[in-house]
């Protein structure tokens, strides 16, 4: 297994790159191609002891920043870290690639070199997401605004098999977020999507509503980009209103600060390991002709592990090939809509 | 002033609007009309000292459950208490209607009875949404999924008014949810609102992201109504995800146990003032030509009396009237696209 990972991306810069590669070199035999400025890297790279690791840099003299303009950069940075790993993909040089950079500037680049796996109309992202019983599938987070139905069902599809051989989850329950359970319930691309999704062959439960996804009542969630970012988004910001609302609490009266001294720690660990919206393994591009995983730009080392960790199980277990193959499985009808027996 | 209130409506039947009337009545002067059921209502109403408040009783034979088909139900049960409500107002027997009931029904029978503002596209809901800085605006809610972006323009309008008149907020600020701040970014609706709005005499401060809504980085959010269901709705899944967390990390140890019982009172009451995704004061239907406010199924007497205030208000600030100006006083350029210019 060789995956090559962006080690100049994200917030954090090359450090928590290096670490994370150390690891999981170690800790899962992996060959771990450092992509960046190898002058950088090398002198971060001595600081470990990396005996019988693979561990080689991969020099790419530029870097792309988290503010830029994605298809603008990509296309400007030829020699950026993002480039050169998503080209060892497409050139076989890596099995994977792995970034906590731009997320735009990674689907720019796995478009442009990658491309979409064939009968694929749009690559979504996708990542997991924190519920109640636990963590499910929500796509797409944005790589798509305006969607067609055939690309929510496609989304579907793709969703419902990597929850299968990624996470671990049996035959999942697809949904469609809607703004109400029945199938005439919707906007007209998820309504539409609906019928299409109804003949696919996979298990798709309906519409379910915005409480359905934190009280985890599906595996796969499926939205258009526009509504998937602004959800992830804003649940990342109920965190915040959260954890303010408990301080406001705690120190409201005596007992409460007293309650507060003594069960301060529990409830910081409950909600990293329950309402993490950031590091839980990061985002999956599904449709491209490649592995690719965009980690969040806070991550440090232990989620970018878990990065890297994903991006090897999606390789292990065939998720492109199982994509294209479902893709054969879906009859015609669960593929583009009939106007004239719809409904 | 005479608030027409549909005794009838609500999760918990005609007993917590019966106690609301009565208290409305008591505290603000108000006349409420119950519209309901009078074999019904009658005995409720003698449980209270009513002596010298204007509480008339109309019947209202019928009734429109949660669960009926709204436009339907409304052209069918022309004497239910939903229906004759609204055309108390229509007939200028009541100055505003206030209902707990089917919130798609209430819409319905007044878009049937009421009609449209003058220049009105379409009406939106809108709620007050608990925030990290207290509640906001949010609209729409769900009247409308696939929004024109005039509609966006529109809802942006409306909604800075009621802000302003209702909740008394100064020139509120008004943002368009968006997957990203640039004006570029949004679906396609979105991107155009955001041209129309830009030449809004209203305080537009453009794209905000999903985190900035709890956040409460603006004072008015406009979302076309898919999108503003399921936020609204995800948000209360959310509120029980964290309650559930915070129990799970509340006995998760003995110190934490000790401090749950110390703290318990503080946090249940901060996350009941802070988090109250139900109950603030009901949703208001903006753009019909009369003031309805439709409050939450499981509103009990507070609540109910907290939207029969809201309503008073809207009707005491004079808000469709302001609609109506504000309307006139929009430049063509933030009324309508102008495919030559725009950009």
């Known amino acids: 297994?060789?995956?090559?990972?962006?080690?100049?991306?994200?917030?954090?810069?090359?450090?928590?790159?290096?670490?994370?590669?150390?690891?999981?070199?170690?800790?899962?035999?992996y060959e771990i191609a450092l992509v960046g400025q190898q002058e950088l890297l090398r002198p971060l790279l001595?600081?470990?002891?990396?005996?019988?690791?693979?561990?080689?840099?991969?020099?790419?003299?530029?870097?792309?920043?988290?503010?830029?303009?994605?298809?603008?950069?990509v296309k400007a940075r030829k020699h950026s870290s993002m480039v050169i790993g998503v080209q060892m993909v497409r050139n076989g040089d890596a099995d994977a690639f792995v970034t906590m950079g731009n997320t735009g500037g990674a689907l720019a680049a796995s478009l442009l070199y990658l491309g979409r796996l064939k009968g694929i109309h749009r690559a979504c992202l996708a990542t997991a997401f924190p519920t109640i019983k636990g963590p499910v599938l929500l796509c797409d987070l944005g790589a798509n605004t305006d969607c067609r139905p055939e690309w929510l069902a496609q989304f579907a599809l793709m969703g419902s098999i990597y929850a299968e051989r990624v996470m671990h989850i049996?035959?999942?329950?697809?949904?469609?977020?809607?703004?109400?359970?029945?199938?005439?319930?919707?906007?007209?691309?998820v309504q539409e999507a609906h019928q299409l999704l109804k003949r696919a062959p996979i298990n798709f439960v309906g519409n379910v509503q915005g409480y359905d996804?934190?009280?985890?009542?599906?595996?796969?969630?499926?939205?258009?980009?526009?509504?998937?970012?602004?959800?992830?988004?804003?649940?990342?910001?109920?965190?915040?209103?959260?954890?303010?609302?408990?301080?406001?609490?705690?120190?409201?009266?005596i007992p409460a600060k007293?309650?507060?001294?003594?069960?301060?720690?529990?409830?910081?660990?409950?909600?990293?390991?329950?309402?993490?919206?950031?590091?839980?393994?990061?985002?999956?591009?599904?449709?491209?002709?490649?592995?690719?995983?965009?980690?969040?730009?806070?991550?440090?080392?232990?989620?970018?592990?878990?990065?890297?960790?994903?991006?090897?199980?999606?390789?292990?277990?065939?998720?492109?090939d199982a994509i294209e193959q479902g893709l054969q499985a879906m009859p015609r009808s669960a593929l583009e809509l009939d106007h004239t027996t719809r409904g």
Do not use: C
């Open 1 to 29: 297994m060789r995956i090559a990972l962006d080690a100049m991306g994200g917030d954090f810069g090359a450090a928590p790159n290096v670490e994370a590669a150390v690891q999981a070199a170690r800790e899962f035999g």
């Open 46 to 73: 001595n600081q470990f002891n990396t005996a019988g690791l693979q561990l080689p840099i991969v020099h790419a003299s530029e870097v792309i920043e988290m503010h830029e303009h994605p298809s603008q950069a």
């Open 170 to 189: 049996r035959n999942p329950r697809v949904a469609l977020l809607s703004n109400g359970e029945e199938e005439t319930k919707g906007n007209q691309a």
């Open 213 to 253: 996804l934190p009280a985890g009542a599906a595996d796969v969630f499926v939205a258009d980009g526009f509504v998937g970012n602004v959800l992830l988004k804003f649940a990342e910001g109920m965190k915040s209103f959260l954890e303010d609302a408990l301080r406001t609490a705690f120190t409201s009266s």
């Open 258 to 320: 007293l309650g507060a001294l003594l069960a301060k720690d529990a409830i910081k660990q409950t909600l990293r390991q329950k309402l993490d919206y950031e590091e839980v393994g990061g985002a999956v591009l599904l449709g491209v002709d490649g592995v690719v995983i965009v980690g969040h730009g806070r991550s440090k080392a232990r989620a970018i592990k878990s990065a890297i960790r994903r991006a090897a199980e999606a390789v292990e277990r065939g998720v492109l």
